[in-house]
């Protein structure tokens, strides 16, 4: 069965290195959040989007996106979040039909893993990853990044 671990965390927590390392190291599709949330605004919403937002996605999302649920009266008037959720959660979907094993990782807010966790569990296994200053873990338990590979091989 394929895998998907949605790993999530604090920004500069270790997502993307422990993504990394389980694409270079053991052949996971690495699949950035923060580079499909820049894809998005730029494809689909062009007013949102400027050329150095990759070096500011937690608080674009959290200023832009994120303040409509806050401020439902914002000029906007419309939701954003949903399908800002819809687009990553087709593009995951996507990425899975052509490899056996994700890993997807991002700035926690900006995906419900829970939600996504549900979504997805019909399609692949999932394994929701915690991180913290490089540190993670799996159902509450630390691990490794070779554990964590193990996890994927059905090993753990």
């Known amino acids: ?14 997502k993307s290195y422990l993504a990394t390392q389980l694409s270079e190291r053991y052949s996971f599709r690495h699949v950035s959040v923060d580079q499909v949330y820049v894809e998005y605004i730029k494809s689909r919403c062009p007013k949102l989007y400027f050329d150095d937002l990759s070096l500011f996605i937690a608080p674009h999302y959290h200023c832009i996106l994120a303040a409509f649920l806050q401020y ?5 008037r419309q939701d954003l979040i949903t399908p800002w959720y819809d687009y990553l959660l087709e593009r ?11 890993a997807v990782e991002g700035y926690a807010p900006m995906f419900p893993v829970r939600d996504f966790q549900a979504k997805l569990s019909r399609e692949a296994s999932i394994f929701l990853i915690e991180v913290s200053e490089r540190a993670y873990r799996h159902l509450s338990m630390p691990m490794t990044v070779e554990e964590i590979a193990g996890l994927s091989n059905g090993t753990m």
Do not use: D, S, Y
């Open 1 to 14: 069965m394929k895998r998907i671990f949605l790993i999530h965390g604090n920004p500069n927590a270790g």
């Open 72 to 76: 439902p009266k914002i000029e906007l």
């Open 92 to 102: 995951i979907r996507q990425v899975l039909r052509e490899h056996e094993a994700l």
